[in-house]
């Protein structure tokens, strides 16, 4: 399986950075989209740089309904392309969407999506989030939006599919760090607001994040 970090508040090369999350998962010659980020002619432009067409994408999932997660979608959107939303976004924008995509699904429990790419469900009581599930050789790769819903509550979600190997995405202001003993891999991104502090307490298993970065596992 292979991560590519399309748009994050960091950046390498010539990429941009800006506040906001994307990554494209890639397994088995198949392509998913995680998030779009805030501006979609800033991930239009990243895009480009690393030779990424949006009808290459056949599934775009989003995580939860916030303007750095959802903003660029009209860099990505096409007619074959299947959506994946939680079922608590508003009707205003599920409605956008139906009407220039193959098919959008509203996501409620854990469901896969793709062979290899699981969705935790909507989680959360206040800001309702899906974060995805990911078969790899370390284990389940749990990839999270903001992680708004909690880091904790996430993971013992994702549970249901397998033992956690590794986390990735946007954190916010978690801070359990011990419960992140263990992983193989830690890749705090975006909105994570103790960064430095993970990437201190775990330097063989974390990963810097920005726009540019590809992770295979
Ligand atoms: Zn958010
Ligand atoms: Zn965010």
């Known amino acids: ?12 090369g010539d990429l941009e950075s800006d506040w906001g999350f994307s990554c494209l998962i890639e397994e088995g010659g198949r392509k998913l989209l995680f998030d ?15 030779g990424i067409t949006r009808e290459e994408i056949e599934v775009i ?6 303007w750095d997660h959802i903003g660029g979608l009209n860099a990505v959107l096409h007619p074959e392309v299947v959506v994946y939303v939680p079922a608590s976004f508003t009707v ?10 193959a098919e959008l699904k509203e996501v409620s429990g854990p469901a896969d999506m793709i ?3 699981h969705t935790t469900g909507e989680l959360g ?10 078969d790899t050789q370390i284990g389940e790769m749990v990839l999270t939006g903001c992680a708004h819903p909690g880091l904790d509550v996430i993971m013992d979600a994702a549970r249901i599919f397998g033992d956690i190997g590794g986390v990735m995405g ?13 992983l193989k891999k830690i890749i705090p991104c975006h909105c994570t607001v103790h ?3 993970i990437m201190e307490r775990y330097p063989e298993a974390a990963v810097k994040c920005a726009a540019g970065e590809e992770i295979v596992i």
């Open 115 to 117: 062979p290899g790419v």
């Open 1 to 12: 399986m292979r991560l590519k970090v399309l748009y994050d508040n960091e950046a390498r």
């Open 170 to 182: 946007g954190f916010h202001g978690f801070d359990r760090l011990e419960l992140l003993n263990g």
């Open 92 to 101: 205003a924008t599920r409605k956008k969407l139906k009407r220039r995509v």
């Open 61 to 66: 999932a989003l995580s939860h309904e916030h």
């Open 195 to 197: 960064k430095t502090r």
């Open 36 to 50: 779009t980020g805030a501006s979609d002619s800033i991930l239009a432009r990243n895009m480009e740089k690393l």
């Open 125 to 134: 009581a206040g800001i309702k989030e899906q974060s995805l599930v990911l």
